[in-house]
């Protein structure tokens, strides 16, 4: 049976709502910010859980206007609002090492948020004992990986961390990836928080070993942002608008749409996946602005325009 499949557990919360009022386990509530909605959405039961495919835990979107290349000042506020979301989310201890992970594949654009958005954050942890950095405050240890892919190293991405954190013993891991969403409009505008990790692959139907806390041992905080669509949710919001402007009911004409798309679709479109033309351009502007916003919770010491100054 065809089912959507989104990444985002605002977009999981929307469509169970579309069938129910009545949600026990589940809270959502949304504030805007400077043109900028977040929505928080708590996850506190087991059953709550599995009605929304998203493990127990909070999850937070913050969603902006489609990204102006040129607008500094608004992406600056994006990354001190990511900072403070996250810092929300992080372990409340001083001078506690964090391991960012970058992950995905770098020779894949829509894949490569998370080894982009490694190469912009600032790594102290061998400098943390050398000027400038004795002598700065609020500049915490660092350290960063992009791990690559299974196709590429052999190795699961949950081996490789299990083994540094072994090694490195970070307080907190920072996990970044790209997502899949079920809405075109959320596709490089939206970026996700929560502190339940993440399944490497499994926006683009690839599931790997979890990275979590049951798994690494330590709190891991996942940050997202969906650049991919599927192509046959894509293909069932159309049909769903072919349905409503043609003035059917819709949740009948939905539901029979949905029952009916897993036999009219080719095989082959369960492989493909869908991404905004410049997403080139986009990429990178988002990367810099999660890698802004990372810079900044963990660095609490120091301005973007001071990070920005010893990542360029």
Do not use: W
């Given at each position: 049976?065809?089912?959507?499949?989104?990444?985002?557990?605002?977009?999981?919360?929307?469509?169970?709502?579309?069938?129910?009022?009545?949600?026990?386990?589940?809270?959502?509530?949304?504030?805007?910010?400077?043109n900028i909605a977040v929505t928080r959405v708590t996850v506190s039961t087991?059953?709550?859980?599995?009605?929304?495919?998203?493990?127990?835990?909070?999850?937070?979107?913050?969603?902006?206007?489609?990204?102006?290349?040129?607008?500094?000042?608004?992406?600056?506020?994006?990354?001190?609002?990511?900072?403070?979301?996250?810092?929300?989310?992080?372990?409340?201890?001083?001078?506690?090492?964090?391991?960012?992970?970058?992950?995905?594949?770098?020779?894949?654009?829509?894949?490569?948020?998370?080894?982009?958005?490694?190469?912009?954050?600032?790594?102290?942890?061998?400098?943390?004992?050398?000027?400038?950095?004795?002598?700065?405050?609020?500049?915490?240890?660092?350290?960063?990986?992009?791990?690559?892919?299974?196709g590429l190293t052999g190795m699961e991405t949950a081996e490789i961390v299990?083994?540094?954190?072994?090694?490195?013993?970070?307080?907190?891991?920072?996990?970044?990836?790209?997502?899949?969403?079920?809405?075109?409009?959320?596709?490089?505008?939206?970026?996700?928080?929560?502190?339940?990790?993440?399944?490497?692959?499994?926006?683009?139907?690839?599931?790997?070993?979890?990275?979590?806390?049951?798994?690494?041992?330590?709190?891991?905080?996942?940050?997202?942002?969906?650049?991919?669509?599927?192509?046959?949710?894509?293909?069932?919001?159309?049909?769903?608008?072919?349905?409503?402007?043609?003035?059917?009911?819709?949740?009948?004409?939905?539901?029979?749409?949905?029952?009916?798309?897993?036999?009219?679709?080719?095989?082959?479109?369960?492989?493909?996946?869908?991404?905004?033309?410049?997403?080139?351009?986009?990429?990178?502007?988002?990367?810099?602005?999660?890698?802004?916003?990372?810079?900044l919770a963990l660095h609490k010491g120091l301005t973007l325009e001071d990070?920005?100054?010893?990542?360029?």
């Amino acid at each position: 049976m065809f089912s959507i499949r989104t990444d985002l557990a605002i977009e999981a919360h929307e469509m169970l709502t579309e069938s129910t009022s009545d949600i026990q386990g589940v809270a959502c509530d949304t504030s805007r910010h400077n043109n900028i909605a977040v929505t928080r959405v708590t996850v506190s039961t087991e059953e709550a859980a599995k009605a929304l495919g998203k493990p127990v835990g909070r999850y937070i979107t913050l969603e902006f206007n489609e990204l102006n290349l040129a607008d500094a000042e608004y992406h600056a506020y994006i990354c001190k609002q990511l900072a403070n979301e996250l810092n929300g989310l992080l372990p409340k201890k001083e001078k506690q090492l964090i391991l960012v992970v970058g992950l995905g594949n770098h020779n894949i654009t829509p894949d490569a948020l998370g080894p982009l958005v490694v190469s912009k954050v600032l790594v102290t942890r061998h400098l943390m004992h050398q000027p400038p950095f004795t002598a700065e405050k609020g500049i915490g240890p660092v350290s960063a990986i992009a791990p690559g892919v299974l196709g590429l190293t052999g190795m699961e991405t949950a081996e490789i961390v299990q083994g540094i954190s072994g090694t490195v013993k970070p307080d907190a891991v920072i996990v970044i990836d790209a997502l899949a969403a079920r809405n075109l409009n959320r596709l490089n505008t939206t970026i996700q928080l929560c502190d339940t990790g993440i399944s490497p692959g499994a926006g683009v139907g690839n599931k790997r070993k979890e990275l979590n806390q049951k798994t690494l041992g330590i709190p891991v905080i996942a940050v997202g942002v969906p650049t991919v669509i599927d192509a046959a949710t894509l293909t069932a919001d159309v049909m769903h608008a072919m349905t409503l402007s043609s003035g059917a009911d819709e949740e009948n004409e939905r539901s029979k749409m949905l029952a009916a798309l897993h036999h009219l679709l080719p095989e082959d479109i369960s492989r493909c996946m869908v991404t905004p033309k410049d997403i080139d351009l986009t990429i990178e502007t988002v990367s810099k602005i999660v890698a802004g916003g990372i810079n900044l919770a963990l660095h609490k010491g120091l301005t973007l325009e001071d990070v920005n100054a010893y990542t360029s």
